[in-house]
């Protein structure tokens, strides 16, 4: 390319025909087409004046564009055109360089309830009782299983059922859910454990009641459940194991009880 004038000032064409820094006025401009570079004359030397909107290289870090923090960048705009700046999204943690799942799986896990083993025993004394208690979901979740504190009394008994019930102003209602009940649990004396009985239900936030129904095998063989006092848990006696809308009872009970029945919930 031949070098060319601008009203004198600003020569362009590419490096091999730059002319020499004394051939031209002190303060000419040449603006070099294989570097990318404008250069400007001091009578006796070339030096860099500025960059033309050539390609940027080498490392990014080392550059003198900037970014917002906690942004990415790429482009989400459903056309070719600048790099755009995208926003973390929620679940997600950008820290020291590394881009991460918060939380690990992104899954919570949480016991609602009262997940502690009580100080005091109760049975039955029937063939058939159902415990109730409330809980408040603060989250959008699912149920994997209501667990209970028990033990049996002697040789086998039949394992915990569980149901979900809605909360109508503090009240047990509308039966929204039931796990199936094991066949049998046996352990030698009085071996106490937590026994999960499987209901998973993905259910909105909200009050609900949680409950457990325990019933013997029709030979008086009842088992132990674990509770403590402060609590005003719900009860209901019956010689059934089906379950049933709350208000289908004749004689549910209020008790000043808090039985160890736990929700594990997943969310």
């Not at 070339?46 to 290289?57: F, N, Q």
């Not at 009940?181 to 009641?209: C, E, I, M, N, Q």
Request: hydrophobic share 35%; glycine share 12%; charged share 10%.
């Amino acid at each position: 390319m031949v070098a060319t004038t601008l009203n004198g000032v600003l020569l362009t064409g590419d490096h091999a025909s730059r002319p020499a820094a004394s051939a031209v006025a002190k303060g000419t401009l040449y603006a070099c087409s294989t570097h990318g570079l404008i250069y400007q004359s001091d009578a006796s030397s070339w030096t860099t004046w500025a960059t033309l909107g050539t390609a940027a290289s080498g490392s990014i870090t080392s550059s003198g564009y900037t970014q917002n923090t906690a942004k990415l960048l790429g482009r989400t705009t459903a056309s070719s055109g600048a790099i755009e700046e995208i926003s973390v999204g929620s679940g997600l943690t950008l820290s020291a360089g590394s881009l991460s799942a918060s939380g690990g799986s992104g899954l919570t896990q949480a016991f609602v309830g009262y997940n502690t083993v009580g100080g005091s025993v109760e049975t039955p004394g029937v063939n058939s009782k159902a415990y109730v208690k409330k809980v408040t979901l603060a989250n959008d979740c699912l149920i994997t299983s209501i667990d209970c504190h028990i033990s049996p009394n002697s040789g086998e008994v039949s394992g915990p059922s569980c149901m979900l019930y809605s909360d109508n102003a503090g009240v047990p209602d509308v039966l929204l859910a039931h796990g199936p009940r094991p066949s049998l649990l046996k352990a030698a004396g009085d071996t106490y454990r937590w026994v999960a009985t499987p209901l998973g239900v993905w259910v909105p936030a909200a009050d609900y009641w949680i409950g457990v129904r325990l019933a013997d095998l029709g030979a008086g063989t009842l088992p132990h459940i674990h509770y403590d006092g402060s609590g005003s848990d719900r009860t209901v006696t019956g010689g059934t194991s089906t379950h049933w809308d709350w208000g289908s009872y004749s004689s549910p009970t209020t008790t000043s009880n808090k039985y160890s029945i736990r929700a594990n919930t997943i969310r």
